[in-house]
């Protein structure tokens, strides 16, 4: 990694600094949208929201269905920010720029945080439209050294070797399942394991049956660099896979993925989704940052 590419403790500093010089909002959580789940950012009351374009050091949302503002508001009575787009690594952004926002979030004073994103489904029993509660993830990126925790190592952040075994929170996944038992939408949702590879592509046949055969539950290009980067600095982390399409695993299979197509499953969840981050969000404890998934 070049020097070029570090960011120092003061950059993020700086971005966290002028935020709380913009917005009276003191968030706990933080919420990154996955691909059509923008929406999310629209339940929050007392919005303050600026464009990522105008926030310093921030870079810029790229993506189709990822609108590139950072919303400040209340949710159930506790203190959000939410991003309204993600930053993908095919973007073009280092890794480190590509979870700035969640060092930014730490300095704010937030506790917990929420991923969610758009994925395809390789388990058998995910159909397009359920959604599923991350229990663990595969950094493919990060196995061969794409990690943005490489380079030298922010004390200040966290250690030089996190453990990453408890990182999607067991205590949120099941509070997650209940609240979603008690709307009536349990039938929609399961546990399973995430994987991040790098895209912009989406699989071949073959990928797809490896990526099933290695216990992949469902695939998308993102959020794990964020889980690295929040678990690395003490964050809880609570993450939804919205599955928007099956990956295609037979060459008989004459379906075919495309963005529009991922967007437009956001769109027809999206109720859903806002509901449960919703109630999880108002029913959480806050002040209880320990790694304790299982
Ligand atoms: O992970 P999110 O940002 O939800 O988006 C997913 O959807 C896009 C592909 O349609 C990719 O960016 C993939 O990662
Ligand atoms: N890699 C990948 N990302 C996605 N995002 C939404 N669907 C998919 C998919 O099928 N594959």
């Not at 917005?23 to 464009?51: E, N």
């Not at 993830?137 to 250690?159: A, E, I, S, T, Y």
């Not at 209940?178 to 912009?200: R, S, T």
């Amino acid at each position: 990694m070049h020097s070029k590419d570090q960011i120092s403790h003061d950059d993020y500093q700086k971005t966290a600094d002028w935020l709380m010089s913009q917005t009276k909002h003191r968030p706990q959580v933080a919420i990154i949208c996955g691909s059509g789940l923008g929406m999310l950012a629209d339940t929050l009351k007392c919005q303050d929201s600026f464009a990522y374009s105008d926030i310093p050091g921030f870079p810029q949302s790229t993506v189709q269905g990822h609108a590139g503002r950072l919303v400040f508001g209340e949710l159930k009575g506790k203190s959000c920010v939410c991003m309204q787009g993600r930053f993908h690594m095919y973007e073009g952004h280092s890794l480190l720029k590509t979870t700035f926002p969640v060092r930014v979030f730490k300095l704010l004073g937030v506790e917990t945080l929420f991923v969610t994103n758009a994925a395809g489904s390789l388990a058998d029993g995910l159909q397009p439209g359920d959604i599923m509660i991350i229990k663990d993830h595969v950094n493919f990126p990060g196995l061969v050294g794409l990690n943005p925790l490489c380079g030298p190592n922010d004390d200040k952040f966290g250690p030089r070797f996190p453990a990453m075994s408890g990182c999607y929170d067991k205590n949120l996944r099941c509070l997650a399942m209940e609240i979603a038992k008690q709307l009536g939408v349990a039938g929609l949702m399961q546990e399973g394991v995430y994987a991040m590879v790098g895209g912009p592509n989406f699989e071949t046949i073959a990928e797809a049956r490896l990526l099933h055969r290695l216990g992949v539950d469902a695939v998308g290009m993102s959020t794990a660099p964020e889980v690295v980067v929040a678990t690395h600095c003490g964050l809880r982390v609570f993450g939804l896979s919205l599955i928007t399409n099956k990956v295609v695993k037979s060459y008989e299979d004459l379906d075919s993925v495309n963005h529009e197509g991922v967007l437009e499953v956001g769109r027809l969840r999206s109720h859903t989704v806002q509901q449960l981050v919703t109630e999880l969000i108002g029913r959480m404890e806050i002040n209880n940052n320990t790694n304790n998934a299982a």
